[in-house]
């Protein structure tokens, strides 16, 4: 009996979530908003900031490239959740026609790769500075998770939870950082054959 109760309490909350994310749709909305929407929803792609690492990383002071270590560990360990928590969950994306290659490779909406990522920037920013940085990124984590619901790639609450692990990720990157740094520093001597 209560395991009915319980399915058929997050029913309701799937049913409310789809018609929550139908309302931020952008279906009937004029031809340049749509457009704004799409190319803020692409930026919080990956082919768009990995680049901007790099740079960073080639023409950075130090401070850029220790910034740069540190995000691209967090990252990597971000994927370590998102990937496998995506296999598990399965929930398939809302219908529609937007990204059809997105939809190919990978048609399971939770979490979302970019709400998780933008938010991981952003709270990186916070921590890592520069102020002005992290104040650019909370306000471009948000709108890209926005974007994605309204170009209807992915349900409201899917980006909300993913929001959430990218905070959560960053709250237990203090614990992690040393050890992840320890292993990659004695992996990359292992791999020159110079003593430890």
Do not use: C
């Not at 059809?100 to 490779?105: F, G, M, Q």
């Not at 990186?124 to 102020?131: H, V």
């Amino acid at each position: 009996m209560v395991g009915m109760d319980i399915k058929s309490g997050f029913k309701s909350m799937l049913k409310a979530d789809k018609r929550l994310s139908d309302r931020v749709r952008l279906d009937n909305l004029p031809r340049h908003i749509r457009r704004a929407s799409e190319v803020l929803a692409e930026s919080g792609d990956s082919k768009y900031w990995w680049p901007m690492l790099i740079v960073l990383w080639l023409f950075g002071n130090t401070f850029w490239k220790e910034w740069v270590i540190v995000v691209t560990l967090g990252i990597g360990l971000l994927a370590l959740v998102t990937w496998p928590v995506k296999q598990l969950v399965k929930r398939k994306r809302p219908i529609g026609f937007w990204s059809l290659r997105t939809r190919d490779k990978d048609p399971n909406s939770f979490p979302s790769g970019h709400a998780a990522h933008t938010f991981l920037l952003a709270t990186l920013a916070t921590s890592l500075g520069p102020p002005w940085l992290a104040v650019i990124f909370w306000i471009w984590a948000p709108l890209v998770s926005l974007a994605h619901v309204a170009m209807g790639v992915h349900f409201l609450s899917n980006t909300i939870g993913s929001m959430l692990i990218g905070i959560l990720v960053w709250l237990l990157w203090p614990y992690l950082h040393e050890a992840v740094l320890q292993v990659l520093a004695t992996a990359s001597l292992q791999i020159l054959h110079l003593p430890l």
